[in-house]
């Protein structure tokens, strides 16, 4: 089945602890995304990777970092995790390119205390 | 920065009525998706527009896409209450890589 996989997909962690969220897609898409989504913000992008060892900022990538190693996983990072980063976190992927369709992961809902 | 103003934010209508879902901007887009998401689950597409003025239908819901490429619309006739839930508009922005910039999405309830 063609899926975008993240997890864990709820944790709650303490400030400072660093953490990561991992994400997997099965469908060789070249393009991976990371947003999250806070109530009246809707969603944002924090980075995307057009391909592997390519990745580039969005919209609010302060406090984050990713990686893009290989062309299926693509990680966010916290290295120091502050509570206004507490939020639902989405992963997505597609073929290469803007235009195409987003497939989006089931969301990793991230509490920092 | 928020490129994309939907509105409304909300909306709560009964089971028939129709209605249009609105998503502005100032910017160009070089292609304007919208979404559907569900409480606990991630967007799901609906349609992907990409030339001005382009008219898309998906059953009862028709989409618009502006003649500048600056807008769009969601218009949905004689609404069902499986139709309720987000609504999120998306443009792809070109001029620097491929962003993807979303509105912050019209909330929809239909009730029977």
């Given at each position: 089945e063609a899926q975008v996989t993240q997890n864990p997909r709820y944790l709650i962690t303490v400030t400072g602890k660093k953490l990561t969220v991992t994400c997997s897609q099965n469908m060789n898409h070249e393009y991976m995304s990371w947003y999250r989504q806070d109530p009246g913000l809707g969603l944002r992008q924090?980075?995307?990777?057009?391909?592997?060892?390519?990745?580039?900022?969005?919209?609010v990538p302060e406090g984050y970092k990713v990686s893009r190693k290989e062309k299926r996983n693509f990680p966010l990072i916290?290295?120091?995790?502050?509570?206004?980063?507490?939020?639902?976190?989405?992963?997505?992927s597609s073929p290469p390119q803007g235009g195409y369709e987003q497939y989006f992961g089931p969301g990793t809902r991230l509490t920092v205390t | 920065t928020q490129l994309l103003e939907q509105s409304p934010q909300f909306l709560s209508i009964q089971e028939g009525e129709n209605l249009t879902v609105y998503c502005n901007?100032?910017?160009?887009?070089?292609?304007?998706?919208?979404?559907?998401?569900?409480?606990?689950?991630?967007?799901?597409?609906?349609?992907?527009?990409?030339?001005g003025g382009e008219v898309k239908k998906l059953k009862r819901l028709?989409?618009?896409f502006g003649d500048a490429r600056k807008d769009s619309s969601l218009h949905i006739t004689?609404?069902?209450p499986g139709d309720t839930g987000l609504y999120l508009c998306a443009g792809w922005m070109?001029?620097?890589?491929?962003?993807?910039?979303?509105?912050?999405?019209?909330?929809?309830?239909?009730?029977?």
């Open positions: 924090i980075y995307y990777s057009m391909n592997v060892e390519v990745t580039d900022k969005g919209d916290l290295e120091s995790p502050s509570p206004n980063q507490t939020s639902l976190y989405f992963c997505a | 901007s100032s910017s160009v887009f070089s292609s304007l998706q919208w979404y559907r998401q569900e409480p606990g689950e991630g967007p799901v597409l609906l349609v992907t527009v990409v030339t028709t989409f618009q004689a609404a069902q070109t001029n620097s890589g491929y962003a993807l910039n979303f509105g912050k999405g019209t909330s929809l309830l239909v009730t029977p």
